[in-house]
């Protein structure tokens, strides 16, 4: 199995400052890797698909980068609604698809 | 606007088998751009993939739950179903049901329900 090791745990940041999180794979995942954004009470959202593709309708705030067993979530100014929990997800070689921990984005 | 809804018990007693049934509206089950599958999360913790279904009844499921997890799909009725069997309180989680795409990722998902393993 695959481990996604998501760091910081926590980040702690003001509106309008850059947050930068970081995923980390136990063996590569070449590039099939997405970001999820969790708000209290709420199923996850798709943020970020294969590293660095966009979903439908997120803003371009978001970005993503990083191939391999590095990756890394930017989002590049926050807003208020950005203060979330963020899991990073991979699916390589049909091992099991798993996720990362989860790194909660909260207000400084 | 696909909408995908939870429902089965919120309480299962220990060894006995959980079953939810996830009821999609607004698209069809058949299509087939898209699988369908079950991820959970325990309470204050992260997410675990379940498994998953096309609708054809191909799946796929997480080695570490296969022993136990069966997922089945019924075109006709438009909904997929869960069950996990012989279940203890580590299988307390919210159970999402998903549409997904290329078979991992999870683009529209269900609002989640709570089940609770206690006797």
């Known amino acids: 199995e695959i481990v996604l090791t998501q760091s910081p745990a926590t980040l702690s940041l003001s509106p309008g400052e850059r947050a930068t999180l970081s995923c980390r794979a136990s063996q590569s995942v070449s590039s099939y890797l997405a970001w999820y954004q969790q708000k209290p009470g709420q199923a996850p959202r798709l943020l970020i698909y294969d590293a660095s593709n966009r979903a439908t309708g997120i803003p371009a705030r978001f970005s993503g980068s990083g191939s391999g067993t590095d990756f890394t979530l930017t989002i590049s100014s926050l807003e208020p609604e950005d203060f979330a929990v963020y899991y990073c997800q991979q699916r390589s070689n049909w091992l099991p698809i798993t996720f990362g921990q989860g790194t909660r984005l909260e207000i400084k | 606007q696909l909408q995908l809804q939870e429902s089965g018990p919120g309480l299962v007693k220990p060894s006995e088998t959980l079953s939810l049934t996830c009821t999609v509206s607004?698209?069809?089950?058949?299509?087939?751009?898209?699988?369908w599958g079950w991820i959970r999360q325990p309470p204050g913790k992260g997410l675990e993939w379940i498994g998953s279904?096309?609708?054809?009844?191909?799946?796929y499921y997480n080695p570490s739950l296969k022993s136990r997890v069966t997922i089945s799909v019924d075109t006709s009725k438009n909904q997929f179903s869960l069950k996990l069997s012989s279940v203890t309180a580590a299988d307390t989680a919210v159970y999402y049901c998903?549409?997904?795409?290329?078979?991992?990722?999870?683009?529209?998902w269900g609002q989640g329900t709570l089940v609770t393993v206690s006797s």
């Open positions: 607004g698209g069809s089950i058949s299509s087939s751009s898209y699988y």
């Open positions: 279904i096309y609708y054809s009844g191909s799946t």
């Open positions: 998903a549409r997904l795409r290329r078979q991992w990722l999870v683009g529209q």
